[in-house]
């Protein structure tokens, strides 16, 4: 008898890892004891039935063992949102070739751009344990997304097309559909962005703060009880799971924050629910703890040179470099430089929407901004200011998008102080002073005064070197250091002439991201703030473009949004980088600016040659942290020595 | 006495209100509100912001009301114990200073024991030496503590500690103990990196109680009651002990009214540096971000300790010296 019920539940066993996925189940050190002592289940209950495969991206990456902590330092509390950033879980995300590849999702039907079926992986799990399904979609839509209270102001943006919603189904348990009459090229993007579009709740965890669920009056006492003003206040604010600061919250993040904020030390431990896998089959991440302590932003790059972190890359500087580089064998850790995916590491924005008549007439007169352009010696200022290691270019995408043309790129950016001075002739600016400077039509003298935000010596460096050239087509050039928000609202109300900030800040983009920033889309663009605001209010706010070029790109835009196929959206995207690059809305510098990060010398799989870009890229989400190890043998080399 | 108490503490009344308002003003006064400047800073990092949630905070956070309602919400809300919400943390303001509150009270109590250990025998060893190698030689010393700024200080010490001794890098404990329970060993954890805060807040203190104490000491020392006591044979240090000094100790009493807040607000720029989870990055960052009530309740309970600590001094200066009277007030 005992025999025969031994042979069941070895059979029993038998069939459930055949059910399973044909992994060898390797349980992560960290998480056997709980799993022996029966608190949690074995892994390959924990895993989806599909987990996602992660295969090697890049020829040096390799496998990894399982254990440690990993260090690393944010400047505020709240940037512990940045965990979710480096997490980088999304229902689809890029790699590193910046393809979309479905993440939490098994699977995307995407047709024509307008329907998209989002198949979610059968038996995914929150980090809590509790089942991850299509209910947690219906939830977001039906009591967040439609709920006036905690949606006032609607849909979000990216689920909006033409201001139409989409239809929404829950066809079964794991799948859903969203359905636009038009193309929303928009959607997938949005879902892989950084700070991503949540479509999705735990539904089970959030149900208890909603009023539809617990009761009005309920909900609303409790909320007061809790410190806030209404059940929807509370709501929003245990309904965080882009800020990372609720630790109750279930995540699909490959680690849990277990600290509440205020804190000046965040402990992340693994979620043992997570759906990715490395090769063999084991779960991953493969480190079991991260480390975020909170230091003043001014003290990070010496507290990372004093070998008190693991990985860094935020709040250092290129300037930091030589320090950094210093201590390297001292503390055991390697400098790498990563390259930005700015547009332009500075560009300038001459405001078509200045204040000042005859400045604005000149800024909206092309010949004006392109002799501006050709009057900065680019190839000085790359080797005064980069040790020669950016490279000149307008404010365009970089070489390894593929929408780059090396036109685009080289449009006006030749240092030919003749031809500039020949077009300002061209404009009838000819009469001059007795220093030498031209008269603008009323008389006034050229003096041209850039705002700055006051916060890099960096772009005062350029300036002092684009003054002496300029100077040169008889334009005095002066700039306004201010502060951060003063400088935007000269901006914003066009009291600013021209201002400084860093170039497109997307310059890795595939036709399917959007081209936003090519047209005027929100008041944040600096050479058009108030057409920027026209668009972003719904043609209410702000002024009208008049410039016909203006008007053409935002047509473009209007046309990428509802365009269903990707050849239309590469020849869009084209267009506009010829107008913008023609017309030199803005004036770049220089790219291929460099980022340090900071690696120890025993943390593996971090690429030696990256690109630190928000979006896309989600910083170091693109390269997955989750796949980072930490190679405990070599730390014991070292030491022995 | 207890009419001039009364009329004290309704005068504070006043005093807070204007103090009120003139902290509202002045946090109000750079362009902007916390919403800006969280957006600014989103962008300067690369990040892009969603405008449905800007509005939403906008309107929760009732920073779209007139400015006026805004102070009176605030103003009727302390009156009530509630000191308003903090954008940056999102949760009531009491919550966030919470712990930071008890770890600034004991670095900055110890630091003024420190400083009082120092300054004192100094002080009177420089009165009674006067112009002597050690009067020198030691107010030398305290003038370098002004003299170097508190935050170079603690970067040189800092280092030191960091080389030599191997203590990590600012904190007021090893990361390991941070968010953990308290235990025997976290307390000497903190003890370990506690002495760095002290002594560089400290130094700077020293020097001008060192001053004070021997530039009092020397005016009683010089007067008649003084040499009467030599003259009927009393020892040295009785005479010092028993008369001078008590009379030279009133400044201790008065300062007592502006101790109170810095054991409060502890020194900011050197906790800064040293990334102490004190309250004083905390309320600088709170300044940086307009984040208007947390800054604001913190400026008005600084104030109020001001205010007390005053009265509080007034009144031990009374009870402790009897020449001092308070007929200037209420007499009539």
Redesign the interface.
Known sequence: MKALIIRIVALAALASTLAAPAFAAEEPPSLAADVAAGKLPPVTERLPRVPLVFTAPRSDWTLGRYGGEL?TLQA???DIRMMVVYGYSRLVGYDEQLHLTPDILEKVDNVDSRTFTLHLRPGHKWSDGKPFTTEDFRYYWEDVAHNKEL????L??ALLVNGHPPKFEVLDATTVRFTWVEPNPMFLPALA???PLYIYRPAHYLRQFHARYVGLEKANANAVEA?S?SWA?LH??KD?QF?F?NPDLPTLEPWINT?P?????F?LVRNPYFHRVDANGRQLPYIDKI?V????DK?IP??TG?G?VDLQVRYLRFDNYTFLKQSEKRNQYHVRLWEKA?GSQIALYPNLNAEDPEWRKLMRDVRFRRALSLGINRHEINEVVYFGLGRESSNTVLQRSALFRPEFRSAWTKFDLKAANALLDSIGLTRRDGAGLRLLPDGRPMELIIDT?G?STEETDVLELIRDSWRQLGIAMFSRPS????F??RVFSGKSMMSIW?GM?NGIPTADMSPGELAPT?Q?QLQWPMWGQYY?QGRKGGEAPTAPDVVELVKLFEQWRNSGSADEREKIWLRMLAINADEVYTIGIVTRALQPVVVRDNLRNVPVEGIY???PGAYFGMYHPDTFWIDTAQTAAASAK | MLQYVIKRILLMIPTMLAISVIVFTIIQLPPGNYLESYIAELQAQGESVDPQKIAFLREYYGLDKPLVEQYLRWATGMLRGDFGYSFEFNMPVTKVVGDRMFLTVIVSFVTIIFTWAVAFPIGIYSATHQYSWGDYGLSLLGFLGIAIPNFMLALVIMYVANVVFGTSIGGLMAPEYIGKPWSWDKVKSVLEHSWIPVVVIGTSGTAGMIRRLRANLLDELQKAYVVTARAKGLPPRKVLRKYPLRMALNFFISDIGSLLPHIISGAEITAVVLSLPTTGPMLLNALKSQDMYLAGSFLMFLAFLIVVGVLVSDLALVALDPRIRLQGGVAR
């Open positions: 260090r505020k509390d709240r949606s006032p102001f609607g979000p943006q962005a950084p700070s410190g003003r206040g929003q604010k965080e800020r600061d600290t904020l205020p804190a000046t030390r402990v480390i302590g909170i230091t003043d003290l010496a507290k004093a008190d700015l935000s916060e502060q951060r928000e003063v935007r609202k860093s800040s929100t944040e972003e870009s928000w979006d």
